[in-house]
């Protein structure tokens, strides 16, 4: 099993960026897929991007792509989203979740959450 801890939201301009972190305090992340995702207020959790750790297949919501890049660090068990070009409808708690083997763009396929994060773009 694994446990979540996310870190790096915070508060920035419009056009400015953000990186967020995804770790596990218990566990790999090997032979588990990472998926990112978030909730604005009054709006349903949607799918932002992921990353499978063992094919490192990596996939992007359409409204990040370009903007948006996950990575992952192998030996500090880490996975990022550097998020760039933010623009105010960024504005949402964003969570990693992680799942066993492949990754999902699918929430209800994760077992595993983190606890999110605020991410807030200024106008």
């Known amino acids: 099993q694994v446990q979540l801890v996310e870190s790096g939201g915070g508060l920035v301009q419009a056009g400015g960026s953000l990186r967020l972190s995804c770790g596990t305090s218990?566990?790999?992340?090997?032979?588990?897929?990472i998926g990112w995702f978030r909730r604005a207020t009054g709006k349903e959790r949607e799918f932002v991007g992921r990353?499978?750790?063992?094919?490192?297949?990596?996939d992007y919501a359409e409204f990040v792509k370009g903007r948006f890049t996950i990575s992952r660090d192998n030996g500090q068990n880490m996975v990022y989203l550097q998020m760039n070009s933010l623009k105010p409808e960024d504005t949402a708690v964003y969570y990693c979740?992680?799942?066993?083997?492949?990754?999902?763009?699918?929430?209800?396929?994760?077992?595993?959450w983190g606890q999110g994060t605020q991410v807030t773009v200024s106008s």
């Open positions: 979740a992680a799942r066993r083997t492949v990754s999902s763009s699918v929430a209800i396929a994760y077992d595993y």
């Open positions: 990353i499978t750790w063992s094919s490192g297949y990596i």
């Open positions: 218990r566990g790999t992340f090997s032979n588990y897929g």
